[in-house]
């Protein structure tokens, strides 16, 4: 039987997606393209509810799989299915419904759903699940750099967040089972390896006392094939002194860093329920920068959260100017059914959100811009991951350890043979658009 998997929503999601794809391979089933004209016999949708945006996103790709085949079995999985399983269940589009935390029992789902079409609903209340859900990847979708997902829920319940409701409190994976999984696809070739979780701030909160992110790190790097580790979001709180220490002590960290922000402004973040003010964040920056020089450092900024007044937000820009971010991933506040800011008074208009957002969008592009350019005439080494052809000529394209994206003029013959090594480029300029360093192979 054919088999299509669609994505939507974060690293997380693409992960266990992943993991799903290798499940129905190990069952016998064909993998087909989503959306490609292949009819698929099942349709399993990873579905994302992190905005009422993604809600609708969510339902138009459900629609689309039934859509390209109305005889297929339409498997909708997921964070929108844990927030409106109920109502998923009733949609003539969808014949089965899996909450989060059971995705590795797909196979096993699917097929007593087509000996009976009856057992079509397994969404639990995972509020109270406890236990990490066991999910393997042995190939990824990329050719260098693999996403392990290490951990899974949040019990933060920032005002806007509906992810704690639909993912659960916090769980880890056991350290072993990460450092297999990593040992596995080192061996195939991979040589950087990303750590992700919904909240990976807290890995290990719940497990024996000496399991931490720090000291899960330090397993992972000393695995042979592992050439590079980024990290997924910190929170703030987390770097300490003696975390970034120890941190810089590993040489394959990558100086890379994603520390969520959201408001540059105390009384929003108080009003989001964010648990850190904007002096702790920037002793934070500080602490990277001390034991990484020229660390890139990169957020994320909500725009027009309720009742964000315009002084509020000139703070805001201004402590992103102050902080100087080399990338800024920038939203406008979406409303969300079932969270407490979706009850606040004081709704921001979609004009002003529209305004904010274009102004910081401005800021990151020129702020980007100028971290790309600190780097010229440097030699930086690169990973490259694929080919690019560009005005008749052909690049090897790839990133820095600080993930600035460098393409360098090779021979078409030879193009192919960078792909997946680390090689040192000098970096010599910007790309017109300024989005990429342009440099050569020494």
């Not at 899996?98 to 029992?105: H, P, S, W």
């Not at 964010?274 to 702790?280: H, V």
């Not at 005439?377 to 490259?384: G, N, T």
């Given at each position: 039987?054919k088999?299509?998997?669609?994505?939507?929503?974060?690293?997380?999601?693409?992960?266990?997606?992943?993991?799903?794809?290798?499940?129905?391979?190990?069952?016998?089933?064909?993998?087909?393209?989503?959306?490609?004209?292949?009819?698929?016999?099942?349709?399993?949708?990873?579905?994302?509810s992190?905005?009422?945006?993604?809600?609708?996103?969510?339902?138009?790709?459900?629609?689309?799989?039934?859509?390209?085949?109305?005889?297929?079995?339409?498997?909708?999985?997921?964070?929108?299915?844990?927030?409106?399983?109920?109502?998923?269940?009733?949609?003539?589009?969808?014949?089965?419904?899996?909450?989060?935390?059971?995705?590795?029992?797909?196979?096993?789902?699917?097929e007593?759903?087509m000996?009976?079409?009856?057992?079509?609903?397994?969404?639990?209340?995972?509020?109270?699940?406890?236990?990490?859900?066991?999910?393997?990847?042995?190939?990824?979708?990329?050719?260098?750099?693999?996403?392990?997902k290490?951990?899974?829920?949040?019990?933060?319940?920032c005002?806007?967040?509906?992810?704690?409701?639909?993912?659960?409190?916090?769980?880890?994976?056991?350290?072993?089972?990460?450092?297999?999984?990593?040992?596995?696809?080192?061996?195939?070739?991979?040589?950087?390896?990303?750590?992700t979780?919904?909240?990976?701030?807290?890995?290990?909160?719940?497990?024996?006392?000496?399991?931490?992110?720090?000291e899960?790190?330090?397993?992972?790097?000393?695995?042979?094939?592992?050439?590079?580790?980024?990290?997924?979001?910190?929170?703030?709180?987390?770097?300490?002194?003696?975390?970034?220490?120890?941190?810089?002590?590993?040489?394959?960290?990558?100086?890379?860093f994603?520390?969520?922000?959201?408001?540059?402004?105390?009384?929003?973040?108080?009003?989001?329920n964010?648990?850190?003010?904007?002096?702790?964040?920037a002793?934070?920056?500080?602490?990277?920068?001390?034991?990484?020089?020229?660390?890139?450092?990169?957020t994320?900024?909500?725009?027009?959260?309720?009742q964000?007044?315009?002084?509020?937000?000139?703070?805001?820009?201004?402590?992103?100017?102050?902080?100087?971010?080399?990338?800024?991933?920038?939203?406008?506040?979406?409303?969300?059914?079932?969270?407490?800011?979706?009850?606040?008074e004081?709704?921001?208009?979609?004009?002003?959100?529209?305004?904010?957002?274009?102004?910081?969008?401005?800021?990151?592009?020129?702020?980007s811009?100028?971290y790309?350019?600190?780097?010229?005439?440097?030699?930086?080494?690169?990973?490259?991951?694929?080919?690019?052809e560009?005005?008749?000529?052909?690049?090897?394209?790839?990133?820095?350890?600080?993930?600035?994206?460098?393409?360098?003029?090779?021979?078409?013959?030879?193009?192919?043979?960078?792909?997946?090594?680390?090689v040192?480029?000098?970096?010599?300029?910007?790309?017109?658009?300024?989005?990429?360093?342009?440099?050569?192979?020494?």
């Open positions: 039987m088999a299509s998997l669609h994505n939507l929503g974060c690293k997380v999601n693409s992960y266990e997606t992943e993991a799903m794809e290798q499940m129905l391979i190990d069952a016998g089933y064909e993998i087909v393209p989503f959306g490609d004209g292949v009819k698929a016999d099942i349709y399993i949708i990873n579905t994302c992190v905005t009422n945006i993604a809600d609708r996103k969510s339902r138009q790709m459900l629609h689309k799989a039934k859509k390209q085949n109305p005889d297929a079995i339409v498997v909708a999985t997921g964070c929108y299915v844990q927030a409106d399983g109920a109502d998923l269940i009733n949609d003539e589009a969808v014949d089965i419904v899996i909450g989060n935390n059971r995705k590795n029992l797909l196979v096993r789902i699917i007593e759903y000996r009976d079409k009856r057992n079509n609903n397994d969404v639990i209340d995972i509020s109270k699940e406890r236990e990490y859900e066991k999910l393997n990847i042995n190939e990824v979708c990329e050719h260098t750099r693999a996403y392990i290490v951990q899974d829920g949040c019990n933060q319940f005002s806007y967040c509906i992810i704690p409701y639909t993912r659960g409190r916090v769980r880890s994976r056991v350290p072993e089972d990460v450092e297999a999984e990593v040992t596995r696809l080192a061996d195939k070739g991979y040589k950087e390896f990303v750590l979780g919904i909240h990976l701030s807290s890995y290990g909160i719940e497990l024996a006392e000496s399991t931490t992110l720090l899960l790190i330090k397993r992972v790097s000393a695995i042979k094939g592992v050439k590079r580790i980024r990290l997924g979001s910190f929170e703030p709180r987390i770097l300490t002194e003696e975390f970034v220490s120890e941190l810089a002590k590993i040489e394959n960290v990558c100086p890379h994603h520390i969520s922000l959201q408001s540059g402004c105390d009384a929003t973040l108080k009003r989001m964010r648990r850190y003010t904007t002096a702790e964040y002793q934070s920056c500080e602490l990277l920068r001390k034991y990484f020089p020229g660390a890139a450092i990169t994320d900024v909500i725009v027009g959260f309720p964000e007044t315009d002084e509020e937000f000139i703070m805001t820009k201004e402590y992103l100017e102050q902080i100087h971010f080399y990338e800024m991933h920038v939203f406008k506040y979406s409303r969300r059914k079932g969270t407490v800011a979706d009850r606040m004081g709704q921001i208009a979609e004009s002003v959100k529209t305004q904010r957002s274009a102004i910081l969008l401005e800021l990151e592009k020129q702020m811009a100028q790309r350019r600190s780097a010229l005439q440097s030699v930086q080494e690169v990973l490259f991951e694929e080919t690019v560009k005005d008749g000529n052909v690049y090897a394209a790839g990133y820095t350890k600080t993930y600035i994206r460098v393409l360098a003029l090779v021979d078409m013959e030879q193009a192919d043979s960078y792909i997946n090594k680390i040192p480029v000098r970096l010599l300029s910007l790309s017109e658009d300024e989005e990429a360093a342009l440099g050569e192979i020494i």
